[in-house]
């Protein structure tokens, strides 16, 4: 599975950036029942979860830090998800990952292990 993620950039405090994550390769059919998210790892801290969403029902997860604030959606095709960000605040800088999970968890996983594929990274800085 390869998942490409895009969208990062720079905006100042209380601006909003939207981020996209694109799944790719035949193995991916066999994550239909699982979750696509993100996750975020900001200079000297552990790699944190940030959002989710399940790939068959659409139902959406996130952590306490971004509940408001954060939307994450997926497309018609199942293969795509994003994540727009609003009101950002200077703490969400950070990389943000997009991770899949192959399986039919009743709710995602917040740790990195449960996330079998991960994406490269796109950064996400906001200024004050």
């Known amino acids: 599975v390869q998942l490409q993620a895009s969208g990062g950039g720079l905006v100042q405090a209380g601006g909003s950036l939207r981020v996209s994550c694109a799944a790719s390769?035949?193995?991916?059919?066999?994550?239909?029942?699982?979750?696509l998210g993100w996750f975020r790892q900001a200079p000297g801290k552990e790699r944190e979860f940030v959002a989710a969403?399940?790939?068959?029902?659409?139902?959406?997860f996130y952590s306490d830090s971004v509940k408001g604030r954060f939307t994450i959606s997926r497309d018609n095709a199942r293969s795509s998800i994003f994540m727009q960000m609003d009101s950002l605040k200077v703490e969400d800088t950070a990389i943000y990952y997009c991770?899949?999970?192959?399986?039919?968890?009743?709710?995602?996983?917040?740790?990195?292990?449960?996330?079998?594929?991960w994406g490269q990274g796109t950064l996400v800085t906001v200024s004050s």
């Open positions: 991770a899949a999970d192959k399986f039919p968890r009743q709710v995602p996983g917040d740790g990195i292990t449960e996330y079998d594929s």
């Open positions: 969403v399940r790939l068959n029902t659409g139902s959406t």
């Open positions: 390769g035949r193995a991916f059919e066999n994550y239909y029942l699982g979750y």
